[in-house]
Structure formats: C-alpha cells, structure tokens
C-alpha cells in the first residue's frame, strides 16, 4: 500500500491544516503523526455509534451507551477545592439517572431544563441510582446520519478527540485530496473490494457498521497483498539470479555421510530429511533462500554444518552469522567438534577479534585457506572478502531483518545459497509476512532421549521452595541459570535485578557454591571468560539477564528460574527454558510471578501445558497480538495500520491467492495496471523490506 494520494501533499506537515499551530504539532507527534499521510492513516481505535439508543431502563452498569433524554431538573453547580460539580437528571418514559460533570461548568449553558438530547457515556452504578460521569451529548435534532458514527483515536495529554476529527475531516475536505488507488481493478473485482477512496474516507467518517466492515476489509486486504506480493517479487527473481550451482555427487555425499557416521548420535528423521532438500537446493542454478525453523533443541546447528561442510566439499566457502558474540564462539566450539575428521578450516570473525588474527583470517578467506567463518554482524563489513563463497548462514532471523539478509548476499555476481535459522519458531501467518522470500523447512523431531521440561509457576511465597530445588539439583550434580529482567535496581519498579538477586544466593544462600553474574554491560571478554568458566563446570548458579537467551546451552544445566516472568514474552520464555534439557538428564523451569493479572497468569499456564515451541508461538500470537510478538521495527515487521495477523488469517489467505493469480497472469509484471503494485509496495515497505535496487 502507498501512502495512498497525492504524494506532494501527503508529505506537508499537519500545519497547513486549519487550527494545527506549531504547539499542537508537536502534540500530534507523540502519536507519530508528522505529515499528512501519517494522520491519514492514524487509524481510529473504536467508533461512538449515536446511532443506537437505549432506553435509560435498559441501561447496564459498566456499559457505554447513547441514550436520549430529557433534562429534567435544573443543572446544579457545586465546588470542593478547585473541583466542580455540576449535575442534573435525565428522564426517559422508561426511568431516570443522575448526570455529573467534572470541572466542566460551561456545561450548564448548553443544557436547558425540559428539552431532549442525545447522550453518551458510561454507566455507573450509586446504591440505587443510575449514574453517568462526564457524558458527551447533542441537541436531539441533530442524531441524523452525518455524525451518527463518531471515530475514537488513540490520544495523548493535551489531545482531545474533536482535535483530531477536525484535523482528519479538514484533510479529507481539501479540494486537492483524492485517494489514489494502488489495486489493479482485477483484484479488487476478484475481492469484492471497496475503492481506496472510499475506504479511506469511510474508515474515518462510516455512515453506518457496514461502512467500516467495508473499508477495514480493503485497506487489511491491501496491507497484506502489497507486502506478500513485493516479497514473491523478491522471490521469484531469484530465478534470473546466478546461484553457485554444485554437482553434490555421489563423492561428496559418501563424503558427508563418513561425517555423520562419526556423530556421537544419530540425526533424527527431521534432520535427514532438511539436509537433503538443503543439498537439492545446492544443485540448482538459482540461489536457495530458506528458512530452517525448529525448537530449541532440535538440531538445527548441526544441519547447517553438515550444509556448509557440503558446499566446502564442492569447492565453495561457507559462513554463518549470529546475532552475539557469545553465541558466535559457542558455534564455533560446536562446529570445531561436527567437523572434526573433515579438513575444514574454521574461522571466527567478531567485533573483539585481535587485529592479528583478524589480519589473519581476511587474508585466509581471500587465499580460501579458511573455508568456514562463524562470526557477528563483523562479517558484514565491506573489507571482509570472500574467494568464492557459496553458503550462507544466518541464525535467530529475526533479529536482522530482511535488508541485512540481503547484505551477506549482495556481493559479487554469484549470489551464493542462503539459509535462514530460527529457534524462535513463528505461526504460518506471520512467517508469510516475515519471511515471503524464502522457502520454509520445519524441524520438529527433537533428538531421542531428551525428557520433557517439567514447567511450573510460583510466586515469591514459595522462595524457600525455589531454594531449596535449587539445592537439590546442584546436589546432583545439576547447574541452574536464573534469569532476571533488569541489571540493577531501580527503584521504579519492584524488580528481580540480577545484581541484587547474585548477592542474596552468593552471600545468603549458597556461600559455599559458585555464583556467577552476566548481563549485557559486561565486555565481550568478561562474558566470554564466564561462559568458559560455567562449561568447564567452575561456576554452578548463573544469575543472568536476557543474554543467555539464545543458543547458550551446558548438559548439565537442568534447572531455570525466571524472576517476574510477566515481564517476558511467551516465546521468549520458551526460548529461555531452551537452556536447560539438553541431555537425558531430567530438567525443570520455575516462572516466578506475584502478576494477578488474568492474561498474565492464562501466558504462564500456556508454558506450563505446551512444550513445542510451535504451539507456544500459536498461543503467543493469539494472547498478545502480532506488534508484541516480537519488536516490530527491530525485526523487520511491517508497520500494519489496520490488518492483524491473527484476526485476519482468512485475509492473508486470500491475499496470497491473488498474489499468486497476478504472477500467474503477469509475471513480468508488464500491464500498466500491475506496474502500481511494486510502486505502492516500495512506497510505503521499500525501505524495511526491499532489495536494494528493487
């Protein structure tokens, strides 16, 4: 979706609206709304329908209505400090309330004992008597259509909602606003679809309920459409794209296979079955983009070694990016140990690799003396080389967005195959939208052996409990990792600070244990040190921030606490409780929470049922909503005014039907009515998700 009209216009600021001075400018921007295209699509949250009326004998505690009424007694000012009161009661044929304003004494003025208006707010109950704080009301003869459904938009302090209607209905009313439309007539046809005009002017100003069913139904379908139809786009010209096509013969495969027979266990049926569409993937002309996504746990580190040891074999280099550098070394630890026996040189590149060493490995990859580099966002660097690189790997996605991933790739004429790793599994629906360009593959299967996560809550009555199952466990020989949400104390906010909590085990109550403290303020090589530490079985308690999220992982971990738990999302608990299970050994995860808050406590319960991070992420879509699934803009999420992606799965659907009739039809998009499409898309998406160029 473009920005919709007139570009020209659309980008002036809100100032040469009537009424929008400098100040209140300023107020409009807190709410993200700078020019006119932003309050064009500042959507409105809910609508005030003055349309159906109840009688006040129907009307219910705790509901908003409209009503309309008689003023019957005189309106009464009263003042207690700098607050005043004013109040008066409304009758109908059916019963009475008591109306009150709040420093609102102009009120008085408009409201004339014996006529009827129209009323709306929300009903409260005193002892016997109806009651009404702050309504909004009309004169009676005013309750026709024109105002009858009324927007509400989010507001902030100093903002009220008749600012942004006028500022709204004085954009729509200019003689030089006209909505453009960004949908070919064919799929507008196809989807029984409203004009973008009217859409947009109706989403804001409805006549009627079916006014915004109408209009959220375009402007939804058009969001979807746009973005899956640029990220098909993107897909489907990696066809005219040269990839490094490999032979991957019945040698290399011998070769691979004398890999895998020297593994200390055996793949599972997922594994086998991703590696070989990876290395059909290799054979092909076309560069491969695909997305591995599977549990915690389930192996995806070790089919994306055995993938890139394949494309070394063939003569190609290989890298694989993660998103820290504790992660990075730990891959390196981890695909030192996959490819022993190979002949393989692995490298590691991050931002705290000595400048000999990295002199060293820039010079390896250009001479292909190294054919495997693990490293950070340093291998994205403009004076890191490769000789001939023909496999890349990204792990945990999500944290990069769709522009870096572009970046590994984008160098040289050969665009070498990539592979997507993500540990944070996504609902199909989201994954659509994230990941469009790519192909998926699902690793389900976890490794035999491996014990469920026993999961449970508990609130900090049962500290003594918590201790003493973390006694037991270090007993046994177990390590434990608890995991807090903040660094330090604040003072703001009663929480769980993973300095305050390391002080009270190591001090208090586990003196004579080894307690450990990380979090994101260390250096890389303070972090490094104590990871080492905690793998060579020197540490036992890990008191940590976030920063064990991803990929850290010791067999002998069996036991995880999480401090104020409803201060993470469920698919970041999930990844957390990832730490721990990683052997035979039976583990267990405490969600330490005091929360009474219902949706809290219905997250909570949804770890302790679901093991599989696919049901978690079904869950967590359902519970808080695509913006909180994960950070939007750090994640590459497009910016959705209206559609939401789990509401509107049935949309997306056909969203993606008419995608694919499109390209079918058209796929060098050459009728001018489908050359808007990648033009609306680069508008409004191109800066987020397209490929440089695109």
Partial sequence: ????????????????????????????????????????????????????????????PGQTATFQAR?????????RGRLTYLRTRLSDDSGSLEAIWFNQAWVADRLQRGQTYLFRGKIDQAGRTKRTANPDFRPADRGGEADAYLPVYPLTAGLYQSNIRQAVRALLDRRDFQAEETLPA??????????????????????????????????????????????????????????????????????????????????????????????????????????????????????????????CKEGYQSVLMAPTTILAGQHARTLTGFLEGSGLSIGLLTGATPAAERRRILKGLKEQTIQILIGTHAVLEESVVFARLGCCVTDEQHRFGVRQRVSLTGRGQVVPHVLVMSATPIPRTLAMI???????????????????????????????????MIRRQLEEGGKVYIVCPVIEDSGELPLASAQAVHERLSQEVFPDWKVALMHGRLKAGEKAAVMEAFHAGEIHILVSTTVIEVGIDHPDASLLVVENAERFGLSQLHQLRGRVGRSDRQSYCLLVSDSQDPLVRERLRVLCRQGSGFDVADEDLRLRGPGDFFGVAQHGLPDFKVANLYQDTPLLHEAAA?????????????????????????????????????
Avoid at 7 to 22: A, F, M, N, Q, W
Avoid at 71 to 79: A, I
Avoid at 437 to 457: F, H, V
Avoid at 672 to 679: D, K, W
């Fill in 1 to 60: 979706m473009s920005d919709g009209p007139d570009r020209s216009l659309l980008d002036k600021p809100l100032t040469v609206l009537p009424g929008i001075s400098d100040k209140r400018q300023k107020l409009f921007s807190k709410l993200g709304v700078d020019r006119l295209a932003d309050l064009l699509w500042l959507m409105p949250r809910a609508y005030e329908d003055w349309m159906e009326r109840l009688p006040i004998g129907d009307l219910v």
């Fill in 71 to 79: 003023v019957q007694t005189l309106p009464s000012l009263s003042r």
């Fill in 186 to 311: 064919s799929v507008r046809a196809w989807g029984k679809l409203a004009a973008a005009d009217f859409a947009l002017r109706r989403i804001h100003f409805p006549s009627c309920p079916r006014d915004v069913e109408l209009a959220r139904r375009r402007l939804a379908f058009e969001e979807l459409f746009l973005v899956l139809f640029g990220l098909r786009a993107l897909k489907s010209g990696r066809s005219k794209e040269e990839g490094p096509r490999m032979e991957v013969g019945s040698q290399t495969e011998k070769w691979l296979q004398g890999l895998i027979d020297r593994l200390p266990f055996q793949l599972t049926g997922s594994q086998t079955g991703v590696l070989q569409v990876i290395l059909d993937d290799f054979r092909k002309q076309e560069p491969a983009n695909r997305l591995i996504q599977g549990d915690v746990g389930s192996g995806k580190t070790l089919v994306a070694a055995l993938a890139m040891a394949t494309a």
């Fill in 434 to 468: 994230l990941y469009g360009d790519l192909d998926l593959s699902d690793i389900r299967e976890m490794p035999k052996g491996r014990l469920a996560i026993k999961t449970y809550t508990a609130t900090q009555a049962d500290r003594p409990r918590i201790d003493g």
């Fill in 658 to 694: 008419a995608c694919d009739r499109i390209l079918g039809e058209d796929p060098g998009l050459e009728k001018h009515e489908n050359q808007v499409i990648m033009e609306a898309f680069r508008a409004r998406y191109g800066e987020r998700l397209a490929r440089p160029g695109l």
